[in-house]
């Protein structure tokens, strides 16, 4: 088991979600046009970062406690202890060269673990998801095997 602090982010889109606004502007021409024309401009500038929040990206990104054992990792995110099982991660991703780490997983978006801890996390990882011969076939843990 080990206890290590690393980089944790999720990655999904968000809502992005606006409030369309309408006005209703009476008076002289000039008045009217630069009424509705205030008016879009705000509704484009809200659109546009909906549409920015809604992109998919990484998020949630911080420093978090994780705990690997050879059932799962445990990262405590937002103040609460997340539990991501080995026996349900659908991809790995190992680049400890790169100090990162992802996985992907039928039921949650995927999860990052980065940080100077992250080649240790995922030669853990490898060898839970791979055993042994994982570890020593890896193609993206060569560089840790050469450090032996």
Do not use: K
């Not at 008045?31 to 998020?59: D, K, P, V």
């Not at 080995?86 to 100090?99: G, R, S």
């Not at 039928?106 to 998801?129: K, R, Y």
């Amino acid at each position: 088991m080990l206890h290590l602090p690393a980089e944790y982010a999720r990655f999904y889109g968000g809502p992005g979600t606006y409030t369309h606004m309408n006005g209703f502007y009476w008076g002289s021409p000039v008045f009217l046009l630069a009424g509705y024309g205030l008016t879009a401009l705000g509704n484009r500038s809200r659109r546009r970062a909906a549409e920015a929040a809604a992109a998919t990206q990484w998020r949630e990104q911080q420093t978090v406690d994780v705990i690997a054992t050879d059932q799962r990792l445990l990262c405590l995110a937002n103040g609460q202890w997340l539990t991501f099982d080995f026996a349900a991660v659908t991809a790995c991703y190992p680049e400890p060269e790169q100090h990162s780490l992802v996985f992907e997983f039928p039921d949650t978006s995927p999860l990052l673990i980065g940080g100077a801890s992250s080649p240790l996390i995922a030669a853990v990882a490898v060898w839970a998801l791979h055993g042994q011969r994982g570890v020593n076939e890896h193609p993206a843990l060569a560089g840790l095997r050469s450090q032996r």
